[in-house]
């Protein structure tokens, strides 16, 4: 009986393992942390787009200043 | 307003490609796990730094035939931005390939060909920044451009194809088979390249539009 479980489990264990999924950060999506992620990043992104549309104001006014 | 709504179009495909990135289905795949999402991030980085180089030559070759000052400001603009892409893909390559091949630098084709494509074009700057005369700066460096160009494409696009490569799309397999990319990760990838293409362009054109704001005011003073 013990000899035949271990056969059993030397097939079958292999398969299981290569049946299991990649792990990933599901816990992370569960509990809701990657909002915190997502949010920080957006932040920063927004910062950088706002300075962006200063730069292009400024340039835009200098432009005007000089007539190009 | 009329005129910028490709400004805005880059703002809200950025925005979507960071939500989408983050939030949306991936496929599950052991070794990169989770961070198969750098694709979104890293990738675009070299599918922006091609065009703009490609732009940055365009202006090389008008500048040969027309002689304009212009052409010559729009070429440096446009390899400046394709250089700081480059340099952004290396970096973010280098840490994506710690985690997933072991090594951040693992002398791949793929990673050597990008390393010495962008040496190619750091020294489009050292040229450019050895030359007093600026007529003289500008046609070197204009036919210097064309040649910088036309040996990046080798280094990227073919010698990573002929040989064998640890980086998706090398080793003879064509960019993007059903492994590489499916149609879920596409939703997300292709408005993240057009949108960082947006960007780049934006950030070259307002540096353009400054140097040449910049040099009318200094003819306006003499």
């Known amino acids: ?68 | 307003m009329k005129k910028n709504w490709w400004k805005i179009l880059s703002i809200v495909l950025l925005t979507y490609a960071v939500l989408g990135g983050l939030l949306l289905e991936v496929p599950r795949l052991n070794i990169v796990n989770e961070t198969i999402r750098a694709l979104y991030f890293h990738v675009p980085m070299w599918f922006a730094m091609v065009p703009m180089f490609a732009i940055s030559m365009v202006y090389a070759i008008l500048y040969l035939r027309k002689l304009s000052h212009h052409s010559d400001i729009y070429s440096v603009e446009f390899a400046n931005m394709g250089l700081v892409l480059g340099i952004l893909g290396i970096i973010t390559g280098m840490i994506w390939a710690n985690y997933t091949w072991g090594t951040p630098w693992h002398g791949d084709p793929k990673q050597n060909g990008a390393a010495i494509s962008l040496l190619v074009y750091s020294a489009y700057f050292v040229l450019r920044g050895s030359v007093q005369n600026d007529e003289q700066r500008a046609r070197l460096s204009a036919v210097y451009n064309i040649f910088a160009f036309v040996a990046m494409v080798p280094l990227i696009f073919i010698i990573p194809r002929m040989t064998s490569s640890m980086h998706p799309g090398s080793g003879g397999n064509p960019g993007f088979n059903m492994y590489d990319l499916d149609s879920k990760m596409r939703m997300v990838f292709y408005p993240a390249v057009v949108g960082w293409n947006l960007l780049s362009v934006w950030i070259a054109t307002v540096r353009i539009r400054l140097r040449i704001a910049s040099e009318k005011l200094a003819d306006q003073n003499l």
Do not use: C, H, W
């Open chain 1, 1 to 68: 009986m013990n000899r035949l479980f271990t056969f059993l489990s030397l097939i079958f264990i292999p398969g299981l393992l290569m049946a299991q999924e990649a792990e990933m950060a599901d816990t992370m999506r569960s509990n809701g942390k990657i909002y915190a992620v997502v949010a920080i990043i957006l932040v920063i992104l927004f910062g950088l787009f706002g300075y962006l549309v200063m730069l292009d104001r400024k340039v835009s006014k200098i432009e005007k200043k000089v007539k190009v």
